[in-house]
């Protein structure tokens, strides 16, 4: 899956079958963009549509009209492309800290792919102008708050569009600078907008949708983990094998559930540590017990949101429609609704996840319910081990169950109430990803807890091919933790997290087992 992501080095727009692994490999590898000559043509067909709207002075919203509730007032020919730059310097009107570097790319991939589908009237140029941007790595200034989702993402989409003036801030190696100045070191030039391009900039989905695509690239990562996680307290506190057995999935056959029982067999094959049921006792709690249930519920709903994103990203979102008969329509696809939706539901299915892991850090570190030294230290009493991690990953856990509330329900008319339901499709996307960072964390507390109580193990076993490779990978980051005095536990976390979040522990995994999602 990461190793997948890491080969790809360029990415053909089409606009018709950009993937989510291709909008990683561009956010996060920096894999170049290229714009194939079969797009030209379409692009400057649609182009010479709106040419011709505005010598025949005709009225076209967004075209020859202002915007919004303005669509009443009639734009002359000498202020078309005015028009388009007032648009972006008013509504470029973001708040708080700057969107990542790699949602940045990923919203100017999405925006550009979408141009290229030849819908939007842009020219080429300025399409061209977007993609180096992307490929020489001038990444605009764009404030995270701001989006209600419907008409779009208007004012971060704005503040994107600043630097192609020579206007707003961007990051160019590694350095906010003025967005004139980067384009300069770029060797990028300025560009004047003309009639529609602003409109076509900033109207639409990319900024809420890159954000979800990125929180949905984690948890489809995190999935994986988490069965990692579990397989790997499974066989600490000597689960029951039986649970996992395809025969009880089979006929209750959520692909998911599947999946995951599949997934757990797979990492435990070899284990002399698991157990069958009546070994040591009849049942497990849930949290070990129903692993393929939960988890596998989980990896439904993000299989249901990968299928959006994978649709939104191969989409055209503005407002109006240049069509290629010549017919300009007014429709609402720049409305957040249908990702809006996905994302909450994201948010929500990866909540869950931090739910069941918790429950299982807490399990092995109770002395009374796993056997092991209370909080996996010795000498319990004079050291407090990993007493602490549980609260930390429980006030995650409860942040989680607040950040999960769903942001689609909420509208806020606006433009006087020209536009009266807006999707708020920003907030589930943002949520969702600080949902994801919080389930790593958890998920990644629990994987070196596991570890520490199979280190705690006095008798003598053999971990599974798949969790004995997970094993390793943590040992090689993390030492097993004797006393209090050698440690500072947030460290020994910030390096467990860091091997979670860049991919080494789960490639490590995926050299010896194939996983599911």
Known sequence: MIKTVKSIKEVVLTGNDLTLAELMAVARYDAKVVLPESTIENIKASRAIVDNIVNSNAVVYGITTGFGSLCRVHISKEDCSQLQENLIRTHACGFGKPFSREATRAM??????????????????????????????????IPEKGSLG????????????????????????????PGKEAMAKAGIPIIALEAKEGLALINGTPVLTAAGALALWEGLCLL??????????????????????????????????????????????????????GELRVQDPYSLRCVPQVHGASKDAL????????????????????????????????HGQPMALPFDFLGIGLAEIADISERRLERLLNNSLSGFPSFLVKHSGLNSGFMITQYAAAALVSENKVLAHPASVDSIPSCENQEDLVSMGAHAARKAGEIAD??????????LAACQAIDLREDEFKLGVGTAAAYEAVRASNKF???????????????????????????AVEEVVTLEI
């Open 224 to 277: 994986k983990l988490s069965d990692i996680a579990a397989a790997l307290s499974a066989e600490a506190m000597r689960g029951i094998i039986n649970a996992y057995d395809e025969r009880i999935h089979t006929i209750r056959p959520h692909k998911g559930q599947l999946d995951t029982a599949r997934n757990m067999r797979e990492l435990l094959k070899g284990s002399t540590s698991v157990t069958q049921q």
């Open 481 to 507: 933790i004797d006393y209090d005095k050698d440690i500072e536990m947030f460290k020994e976390l910030e390096k467990i997290t860091a091997i979670v979040a860049d991919g080494t522990l789960l490639e």
């Open 438 to 447: 919080n389930v790593r964390r958890v998920v990644a507390t629990e994987i």
């Open 108 to 141: 100017m991939l999405i925006r550009a792919n979408a141009l290229v589908k030849g819908y939007s009237g842009i020219r080429l140029e300025t399409l061209e102008t977007l993609i180096e941007m992307i490929n020489k790595g001038v990444h605009p200034y």
């Open 303 to 334: 299989a249901f949101v990968k299928e959006k994103v994978d649709i939104e990203i191969n989409s055209v979102t503005d407002n109006p429609i240049i069509l290629p008969d010549g017919d300009v329509i007014s429709g609402g696809n720049f």
């Open 150 to 177: 419907a008409s779009g993402d208007l004012a971060p989409l704005s503040h994107m569009v600043l630097p192609m003036l020579g206007l707003g801030d961007a990051e160019y190696e590694g350095t906010v600078v």
